[in-house]
């Protein structure tokens, strides 16, 4: 069925109280780190202080003679995973590489790599223990720059590393992993075409997803190897897979449970604790609770690249790119895969572009391995592109969002990856920033408005969902989606909308891998449309269902019946005029009409639409001090239809906020030892209450056809144009261009001071 | 955090007695908001931890002749809440203000802010420029101390072993005297500052500046009395003139380092235009105060 | 080393506890009262996940020991809620949708409970500072805002409308 008339909803599209909400504003709800087992022991872990080092010898004599430690482990206990076992079902990771990133083996890769761990009766003792736990290095030359990481003569962090993508194929290993490529028309060609020609260079440092929940598990391994996982991640099934692969067991063995997450923004799409959790509970008999500190998550879980980015742009005087050429450098940290590829393809994407070429390199450098966050790849190039437009606009003197109008990707436009748009709201959100009020606001003296549009793919996947109608009519929904930003409510919504009930009759639960079926991790902005799909599939199934029971107690057939506001109806006077029948009604004669009334439902979602958006900021900058405040913000998205409007804006306002940090303040610190300066959210400064005016959101509703209710991911979109958007806006205020993240106020300074090339307009 | 002792003593004796006769390092406890964060991350070890908080006079705020006394372990948000001390000393009052979160202020106080020793402490400026005393008990007894005679270096101080500062004394603010501190940092909370600069100074009708200090926080080892930005202000009304020499005067006493919070070109700028910016509120404060 | 005894009120309760002089009050609260509403999100102060009220006074509980408490009457999340009659700022968030993950939570219901015991009427930009100490990286702070605004308006008798429906 499709629900695609948005007039006809009667709940979908409105803001109830979420029905996890309670729990969570009394501090009930249970994160990773709160809960707790008979005989649980505290494990915690021991790090590299070194970015590059041989691991010479590790000795536990004095840490296991401390009364109170029950268990060490080391990389003896952890057997390697063969290459033909690197990957697990679909999931992307490669567990080889993850299985060393968690334990490390005759190296260490980076400042905080694990090489020890140990569990005893309490966390002072288990501290204690880690300093007894004697280990011995050779310091060798470490590498951290991603273009010194590419030269031919630097450290080298695997020697079995040959760059793919390359012909001839390489003889020498290197810390180029891989180079990609993507290509549309001619673009030299293109760039003889054009009036004018750009080429700019621009460079982000690594930032982290910085969530405010540390990592925490809690594990348990029973004498006969049945195993309970209660942890916090963004996805059970990826927890349970990736700990059965890189410890050995079967993936029936271990029953993974979702604690309540506290943000993840893909940063939870891996596992850095389960596993050694894991070895110490099976060594020791007992359950093993690891919690990381603040410290920790930011030393030895992976932030995203630093990168560089050029870019050359052609163009016609009357606006027309005639040609784009961007070359990208991403820093994948200890281990390959950055997320250069989706850099190279989201930042252009946002265009019709008739000739184009991005190349992408995925280089290894001595920090930890970079994980997953919010539109992985894709802010970065988008910096690089969106600042390149905004400075070809003002070469050209045209309105940098006339241009982007000119250029932007319309239905049928074919993207330099391949695919060709369909449904898509791209110039809808450029419409709504030249009608919105925003764009009329006057600026004042060393104010300035700049403007930057994004795109991510969004993702489909495995989902399993089920649908049980209990004997009062009350429905319980269990779906297998972390919930990390409301979605639950979502969920609830659309299977109340299907059923014809009331909200609060539903219950969504995210189940346990032993309670659903598998179900592919929260990312990907994938939850409400693939765990949606998958929830509404089941609900219309247990309508269905319901029919047949209707028939039964009427003896009709169950064609005749009819489903409508929550009940089952005789399908016109020819069926018999009998009386509706609710849920309660029919789920009450269940054992007698087939016996329980449940619908499952498993599926691999297809059709996921891309998101498009167009941000408007808003600066004043303080030419005395470098400081820049944003004075006002404006995010136009297109999201398909939103379910939970509530929660929309919430995903809008989420990643603009990280997209700020990201552009103004935020940046790994490393000294010249390759050691992280500044882990703690002291001097790893992510945007404070005070730093943020209220954020607008006007969402667009193209709705995606693919999903019964025209769902499109939202949750990504919205960190791909800020930090553009602010440098855009800097770029107005000031004439500065700053090309290089984050643009502090020391380097802000710097540039006003330095006169730095003054825009074409001035 | 490694294991320690915990002991609250109720007199000043007691208290010298603990920190004195402790065979292992002994830290002082106030407000704990740098003690506990150092201890966890290994930069301190100490055995024996003595909480200032039951000791008497040390949690305050009262006026003694001429003076106004703070007790040392005094919180943030008493001396905020301090309607006396806030007219007397807004200077001092926003310095305090600034450290740190209102978690933090719960608990945060001048003596602490002061004897970590760190050159960034906000506090420390706007309470030197006002030419304040340390009280510190000791083995040897009491002794009264310029503010500015206590931090020697970076986590250094020149209290020997077994002291600790009790309270601060400030002399009441003269007509037409009054004071402001600003800081530099690159949000709008939660950073420890770049550059601190207060200026505390004395106005006579016309509005000329009878006597001033400048205090600069952040730019050098320990914080920074700047006389040549004094002397370019006393004689003088706070016009352009005056104001360039300020900034001047303030950017040639700067001594600081390039770090994860900012270079020292940035430093030296800065401190001159806050020292400005400072040196305005300052006066049109004192002019107010008639 | 032997476990020095704390005797305390918290959430009107008297209530005792077992603990090492190095637990902050937070590891106490968290592991030996079981109270895990409030949050570790930093351990040093800067995050705000593990805001209580001490004797009226906003602090981080990971910045004092548990052993500092003695004598003290401290309120945490758990006890904001009147048995199940939610706080107006608990009804604003929901309403609001003032949390997505809502891990920082239940340290920004404590801290803005305390800004409204204080302040019947804060500004958003006092409402802002007020609150600089408590991180949140899911929602903006935008919906946060918006809520404490409202419940304060609850709390001095007025009716703003709810978005939620």
């Known amino acids: 069925m499709s629900y695609l008339d948005k007039s006809a909803l009667r709940l979908v599209g409105t803001r109830p109280i979420r029905p996890d909400g309670v729990d969570k504003v009394t501090g009930r709800a249970n994160f990773g780190a709160d809960m707790t087992m008979p005989g649980m022991l505290w494990g915690k872990i021991k790090r590299s202080p070194h970015a590059h080092a041989r691991i010479v010898s590790i000795n536990f004599d004095k840490a296991l003679a401390l009364p109170g430690v029950k268990a060490v482990v080391s990389r003896a206990d952890f057997t390697d995973v063969p290459p033909e076992k690197a990957h697990i079902g679909a999931a992307p990771h490669n567990l080889r590489d993850l299985s060393l990133n968690c334990m490390a083996k005759g190296k260490v890769l980076y400042e905080g790599h694990a090489v020890a761990a140990v569990a005893a009766t309490s966390p002072s003792i288990a501290e204690q223990a880690l300093d007894l736990i004697e280990v011995a290095y050779e310091v060798l030359p470490h590498v951290m720059d991603v273009e010194a990481a590419m030269a031919p003569d630097a450290p080298l962090l695997h020697d079995t590393v040959f760059t793919a993508g390359v012909e001839p194929k390489p003889t020498k290993p290197s810390n180029v992993t891989k180079m990609v490529r993507f290509a549309k028309g001619d673009v030299e060609a293109g760039f003889k075409a054009a009036d004018i020609v750009i080429e700019r260079r621009y460079t982000t440092k690594p930032v982290h997803q910085a969530y405010i929940e540390p990592h925490a598990c809690l594990v348990s391994v029973a004498a006969d190897g049945q195993c309970t996982i209660f942890s916090s991640s963004q996805g059970q099934f990826m927890v349970r897979a990736y700990t059965s692969r890189i410890c050995g067991a079967d993936i029936a063995s271990i029953r993974a449970i979702p604690a309540e997450i506290g943000g993840g923004f893909g940063g939870k799409t891996i596992i850095y604790l389960e596993p050694v959790a894991y070895m110490l509970s099976k060594k020791s008999g007992r359950p093993v609770k690891i919690v990381m500190s603040r410290e920790e998550v930011f030393r030895a879980t992976g932030p995203t690249s630093g990168a560089v980015v050029e870019v050359k742009l052609g163009a016609k005087k009357d606006g027309h790119i005639t040609a784009a050429r961007t070359v990208l450098k991403y820093q994948a940290g200890a281990f390959p895969g950055s997320p250069v590829q989706q850099g190279c393809i989201c930042s252009l994407a946002v265009y019709d572009l008739p000739n184009a070429e991005t190349i992408g390199y995925d280089v290894l450098c001595n920090r930890a391995k970079v994980a997953a966050y919010r539109a992985p790849g894709a802010p970065i190039g988008s910096f690089a592109v969106e600042s390149c437009v905004d400075e070809l606009a003002r070469e050209l003197r045209i309105d940098p969002l006339k241009l982007r109008e000119i250029n932007g990707a319309n239905e049928g436009t074919k993207a330099v990856h391949g695919p060709t748009w369909v449904n898509i709201g791209y110039q809808k959100t450029i419409d709504a920033a030249k009608a919105s009020e925003h764009l009329k606001t006057p600026l004042g003296p060393n104010q300035g408005r700049g403007i930057a549009s994004g795109y991510w793919h969004n993702a489909g996947g495995e989902s399993s969902a089920a649908c049980h109608v209990n004997e009062d009519g009350t429905v319980t929904v269990t779906e297998g989606h972390p919930d990390i930003g409301g979605s639950r409510a979502s969920m609830a919504l659309m299977v109340a909308e299907v059923l014809g009930v009331p909200f609060e009759s539903v219950r969504p639960v995210v189940g346990d891998t032993t309670a659903i079926g598998f179900s592919a991790s929260t990312g990907g902005s994938r939850v409400t449309f693939a765990g949606g799909m998958a929830v509404t599939q089941a609900a219309e199934k247990a309508v269905a269902e319901l029919k047949k029971r209707a028939a039964v107690i009427w003896d009709i057939s169950p064609e005749a019946v009819e489903w409508k506001d929550g009940k089952a109806y005789p399908a016109g006077p020819n069926a018999g005029s009998f009386e509706p029948l609710s849920l309660a009604e029919i789920a009450g004669k269940a054992a007698r009409t087939g016996g329980p009334i449940s619908a499952e439902v498993q599926i691999n979602a297809q059709g996921q639409g891309p998101g498009f958006t167009t941000h408007i900021c808003d600066v004043e900058v303080d030419r005395e001090t470098g400081s820049v405040k944003i004075l006002r913000y404006t995010a136009i998205q297109d999201v398909g239809r939103a379910i939970h409007p509530s929660y929309v804006e919430g995903q809008m306002q989420g990643g603009v906020a990280q997209g700020i940090g990201w552009a103004l303040n935020e940046e790994y610190v490393y000294d010249k030892d390759g050691r992280l300066e500044n882990p703690g959210f002291l001097d790893y400064r992510v945007p404070v209450a005070s730093d943020m005016p209220m954020i607008d959101t006007i969402m667009i509703e193209v709705p995606n056809p693919r999903h019964p209710f025209g769902a499109r991911g939202v949750g990504e979109v919205p960190i791909v144009p800020p930090m553009a958007a602010v440098a855009n806006a800097i770029a107005d205020a000031t004439g500065i261009r700053m090309r290089d993240l984050p643009m502090s106020p020391p380097r802000l300074l710097a540039a006003l001071d330095a006169e730095q090339p003054r825009l074409a307009a001035e | 955090m490694p294991r320690v002792s915990y002991t609250a003593p109720t007199t000043i004796d007691d208290a010298v007695k603990a920190l004195a006769a402790s065979a292992g390092l002994a830290k002082v406890l106030s407000g704990g908001t740098d003690l506990l964060v150092q201890m966890k991350s290994g930069r301190t070890r100490p055995e024996l931890i003595v909480d200032m908080k039951k000791l008497p006079g040390l949690v305050g705020i009262r006026e003694e002749g001429d003076q106004i006394v703070i007790g040392g372990a005094t919180p943030g948000v008493m001396i905020s809440a301090d309607e006396m001390l806030t007219r007397a000393y807004p200077g001092i009052v926003e310095g305090v203000d600034l450290i740190g979160s209102t978690q933090i202020q719960g608990r945060a106080s001048i003596a602490g802010n002061l004897c970590n020793g760190s050159p960034a402490a906000d506090s420390v400026p706007p309470v030197i420029a006002a030419r304040a005393t340390a009280v510190v008990a000791g083995p040897n007894g009491r002794r009264e101390v310029p503010v500015e005679s206590i931090v020697t270096g970076p986590g250094q101080t020149s209290l020997q072993k077994g002291e600790f500062v009790v309270e601060f004394r400030v002399p009441k603010p003269k007509p037409r005297q009054s004071d402001a501190y600003l800081r530099f940092i690159p949000r709008t909370e939660m950073d420890i500052a770049v550059v601190g600069c207060a200026v505390n100074v004395t106005l006579d009708a016309s509005g000329t500046c009878t006597d001033a200090r400048v205090v600069l926080g952040a730019v050098a080892p320990t914080q920074v009395i700047v006389g040549e930005a004094a002397q370019a202000l006393i004689g003088h009304k706070l016009d352009e003139d005056t104001l360039k020499r300020l900034d001047a005067a303030a950017r040639a006493a700067c001594r600081p380092i390039t770090d994860k919070r900012g270079t020292i070109e940035y430093r030296i700028k800065v401190a001159g235009v806050l020292a400005r910016r400072a040196a305005a509120i300052a006066f049109e404060r004192a002019a107010a105060r008639a | ?165």
């Open chain 3, 1 to 165: 080393m032997s476990k020095q005894h704390v005797s305390t009120v918290i959430n009107g309760e008297p209530m005792e506890f077992l603990c090492e002089a190095q637990q902050t009050l937070l590891d106490c609260l968290r592991d030996e009262l079981h109270l895990t509403g409030s949050k570790e999100g930093c351990g040093s102060g800067d995050c705000g996940a593990c805001s209580v009220i001490l004797d009226g006074k906003l602090v981080c509980s990971c910045l004092m020991l548990g052993v500092e408490a003695e004598g003290h009457t401290i309120t945490t999340v758990e006890g904001i809620a009147e048995g199940d009659k939610l706080h107006p700022v608990q009804q604003k968030f929901l309403e609001h949708a003032a949390l997505q993950c809502g891990f920082c939570t239940p340290g920004f219901i404590v801290a803005a409970k305390a800004l409204l015991d204080e302040n019947k009427n804060p500004t958003e930009e006092e409402t802002r500072y007020w609150l600089a100490g408590n991180l949140c990286r899911c929602t903006g702070y935008d919906k946060i805002v918006r809520a404490v605004l409202d419940a304060a308006a609850v709390m001095r008798g007025e009716n703003p409308p709810s978005p939620a429906t």
